[in-house]
């Protein structure tokens, strides 16, 4: 499963963490977001097959005012045809660019 910090909606609380990625298992994007102090809940993907194109994700977050950035997405897009994702850093793309979580 990937996973990658993305910039939270202005409605959010500013220390909440936004997380998209693939999960092949699932064959799903999702979205989840972990309030301060709060588990993750999920914002899309959470049930099997339940987002299975990365512009939908896309145009979903878009309605909470989320944006995932242009790279990102094509990101996104290429790991839906990856297997395993044993070799693929958590990056943190608050800040525009890709950084290694924990690096940034």
Partial sequence: MSRHLIANSVHEHPDAVTIVGW???????????????????AVAGAQPEEVPDANWLASI???????IPA??????RLEQGTETFSDLADLDWRDGKPVPVGEG
Avoid: N, V
Wanted: glycine share 6%; charged share 25%.
């Fill in 61 to 67: 977050l878009a309605e909470a005012g989320i944006d």
């Fill in 23 to 41: 999960d092949p298992e699932a064959r799903t994007y999702f979205c989840q977001i972990k309030p301060p102090g709060r588990p993750f809940e």
């Fill in 71 to 76: 790279m990102l997405l094509a990101l996104l």
